[in-house]
């Protein structure tokens, strides 16, 4: 494991830019094998979760080739042209890969096998397994449907369609792919939007999904069989889940100037922007601009006093990995931030409220931690820090905290810095190019 310290530094100062986003780098890997003929991606995230997906769908049969830093070619095997892995496929620490791979597995006439590494095979996949199986897959799992899962897949899928138990854009996206060879239309109602990703890239490869509203709120999604999806070229922006660790760091510490470039400001994902527009933070959205089919502009943050907020459940789906860094941005606020509707956040790479509440505690930070809630109290004035945190394989913990070490009296030390480079490789060199202290403990 390896430990990691950041130490208090006044200001942060500089122009980056933002990592590929991890959901449309998935995407767009997936999407290029289900296609025929060539995809071209610039911007890829070299990080471990997508590279663990680019080897699922070679082990898939799709020919997916590194060209230069973010410069990667697919060529695909056509809707339901797969092949039969010759191995378990291990998905490391990525539960998009494991969610929306299942829906392309389970629709392919054979039996394959995924595990990963101790956070994944903990994460729950029933989620997956319910609707894969209505259509017609079985699945083999652990207690809870845990991975390491078999998957006996088949090309003959019913159509179903199916309302979302949980807002989860991994499942609705597993149900997607599943549809694209199944004959007929499958549909999702989703009755809180999560990210679009999925319905407008698969689109952008002359997949038919229809949007329109569903009965009772929320919407309905329809994606018509047997496509023909063509390669297409793809430019993935910056994601802004990984420039939220950036802005949060420039905003709570007075005096930063920061502009963090090219970073994703889909509405679907821009919740955390939001929030802490309305604790007081200064962020200026310039030149934005479309790019690929998604909307993005360059964030120019500059540091000053926060105040706390109650931030309503509605917004979840759209900063459901934000609220570790909110946590802290919370920590660092003068006043009390309530935070609700997060029993998401109980099955992500760890159960982040506890994980967030741990090293709140360790740090003097004064909270409260419900079922689906938490409360951070913040006193306007740096919190003590001098805590070393457990990241429990989780990078945006591990992030998160380091963030909070910059801000604070004493330095915040983590226990493990290696899940970062699943999301984020280069972070801690990225942070300290703009003055931080992150390195070694
Ligand atoms: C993702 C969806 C979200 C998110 C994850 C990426 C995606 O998960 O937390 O980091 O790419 O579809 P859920 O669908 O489980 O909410």
Redesign the pocket.
């Known amino acids: 494991m390896a430990k990691l310290i950041a130490r208090p530094v006044a200001q942060l100062h500089g122009r980056v830019r933002a990592p590929g986003d ?2 449309i780098s ?1 995407r767009s890997l997936m999407f290029g094998a289900l296609a025929l003929g060539e995809t071209k991606i610039s911007g890829l995230l070299e990080g471990e979760d997508v590279l663990a997906t680019a080897a699922a769908l070679r082990a898939l049969g799709a020919e997916v080739e590194h060209q230069g830093p973010g410069l990667w070619r697919v060529r695909g095997f056509g809707v339901g042209g797969g092949r039969e892995p010759g191995n378990i496929l291990d998905l490391g620490n990525s ?2 890969s494991a ?2 791979l299942s829906g392309i597995m389970a629709s392919h006439p054979f039996t394959s096998f995924m595990t990963g590494d101790a956070s994944l095979r903990s994460r729950p996949m029933q989620r997956v397994i319910e609707p894969l199986s209505r259509m017609g897959a079985r699945f083999y799992g652990r207690e809870g449907g845990r991975m390491p899962l078999a998957i006996i897949g088949t090309d003959e899928m019913v159509p179903i369609e199916y309302r979302l138990p949980v ?5 609705k ?1 597993a149900i997607l792919l599943a549809g694209l060879n199944t004959a007929g239309e499958t549909t999702v109602i989703e009755p809180e939007a ?2 679009d ?1 999925t319905e407008r890239m698969l689109r952008h490869f002359g997949a038919e999904v229809r949007v329109a509203p569903a009965e009772g709120g929320g919407k309905r999604i329809t994606v018509v069989g047997w496509p023909e999806l063509r390669g297409r070229d793809i430019v993935v922006p910056g994601d802004p ?1 990984s420039a939220a660790f950036i802005v949060v760091a420039a905003a709570i510490r007075p005096g930063s100037d920061v502009t963090v470039e090219n970073v994703g400001v889909n509405p679907l994902r821009a919740g955390l922007y939001e929030t802490l527009r309305e604790m007081g933070a200064n962020i200026a959205f310039e030149n934005a601009r479309e790019l690929g089919g998604e909307l993005v502009a360059d964030l120019h943050v500059r540091g000053g006093g926060l105040k706390g907020v109650e931030v309503p459940a509605h917004r979840a ?1 759209s900063m ?2 934000e609220y570790p860094i909110l946590a802290m941005a919370a920590a660092c606020a003068e006043g009390s931030t309530h935070m609700l509707g997060l029993a ?1 956040l109980r ?2 790479e760890s159960d982040r409220l506890a994980s967030v509440a741990a090293g709140l505690a360790a740090n003097g930070v004064r909270h409260e931690m419900g079922a689906d809630s938490l409360v951070v109290h913040g006193t306007g004035a740096a919190p003590a820090g001098g805590g070393l945190v457990k990241t429990h394989l989780d990078h945006r913990i591990a992030m998160s905290f380091l963030m909070l070490g910059l801000a604070a009296r004493e330095p915040v030390s983590i226990d493990d810095g290696s899940p970062i480079d699943t999301s984020f490789p280069g972070f801690a060199g990225l942070i300290n190019g703009l003055g931080g202290k992150v390195g070694p403990a």
Do not use: C, M, N
């Not at 807002?167 to 499942?171: D, G, M, P, R, W």
């Open positions: 991890k959901s998935h539960g998009t969610r929306l807002a989860s854009a991994q499942v996206s999560t990210r990703h889940s789906p459901i990995d998401e099955a992500k």
